[in-house]
């Protein structure tokens, strides 16, 4: 079975370009690497700490649903054993990092300059960004499904008006190092996406329908992309048989009941 998820020898890693992002739990890294197609691409290269075991898996797991629901993503996605010696105490950090090719664009926040808190008209800048963009809803229903808790303003990447790439999945499901008894299937999780939108339309959501009725493709989506996932899984998860249960468990109950627990959450009639 071809993967979408490659794995490269570290030999592929061509340059290191620059920090660009350095936290308590994970590095990041702006590098070039040669892909499986044989062409070197710019890359962000993730590594993370080890108090964070589950990060690498979460990326690759948030990838893999989101482009099985045909969101629209950075091309390529791997992991890449990060070669000796790169960044200072890297004894700290997990031996392979999760590495994306980088999509055309920039963050809102970015584009927006925003350094302070966020204020209503930044808001609504950011949303004139994203107001027509044909995979909002998607999106939303999407972020419901994989309980995305963190689909802030920095890892969405804007290229012009209805060109919108996701980028960062380390925190689903529920959070960065969930539990087995963390993914509860039935439980209403924040939607950052459904705040923001609430915020600028005076608290009100008229997309809801509309994304109650995306929802209804995740059983599909989920179907199509699960041998992938297990495989995945069974790499991270083999010692660990309450999370590698829970996590199937959470994902496969929460597809099939998205609509309903969407129309529930947004006091909908049956649609």
């Known amino acids: 079975m071809e993967r979408m998820i490659e794995v490269l020898h570290e030999s ?3 340059n290191v370009f620059e920090i660009v992002g350095e936290g308590r739990t994970a590095s990041t890294l702006l590098v070039s690497v040669v892909w499986d197609d044989g062409k070197s691409r710019r890359t962000y290269f993730k590594m993370f ?12 797991t948030g990838y893999l649903l989101a482009k099985s629901c045909g969101l629209p993503l950075p091309t390529h996605a791997g992991i890449i054993k990060v ?5 200072e105490n890297q004894d700290d ?18 584009i927006c300059q925003l350094t302070d808190p966020i204020t209503n ?6 949303m004139g ?3 027509d963009w044909p995979k909002l809803n998607d999106t939303i229903a999407f972020d419901d499904w994989a309980a995305n808790t963190d689909r802030n303003l920095q890892n969405i990447v804007v290229d012009g008006p209805g060109k919108i790439y996701l ?10 190092n969930w539990s087995a008894s963390d993914l509860q299937p039935h439980e209403k999780y924040r939607n950052i996406l459904v705040d923001i939108l609430q915020i600028v339309q005076d608290g009100k959501l008229p997309q809801k329908r509309a994304i109650a009725v995306a929802a209804t493709q995740h059983s599909d989506a989920y179907n199509n992309i699960i041998d992938e996932l297990e495989y ?3 790499q991270f998860l083999s010692a660990d048989s309450s999370r590698r249960k829970a996590i199937d468990d959470f994902l496969r109950i929460r597809a099939a009941d998205g609509h309903s627990r969407l129309s529930s959450n947004f006091y909908l009639m049956a649609v």
């Open 93 to 110: 950090f997990l031996p392979h990092a999760f590495v994306v090719s980088e999509a055309p664009g920039k963050t809102p926040t970015t």
């Open 83 to 87: 070669p000796k010696g790169l960044i």
């Open 121 to 126: 008209q930044q808001l609504n800048a950011v």
């Open 232 to 234: 995945w899984w069974e």
């Open 12 to 14: 592929r890693l061509a």
């Open 129 to 131: 960004m994203l107001r």
């Open 167 to 176: 980028i960062d999945h380390s925190n689903l499901p529920v959070k960065p």
């Open 49 to 60: 700490h080890k108090s964070l075991p589950l990060g690498l898996l979460n990326e690759i």
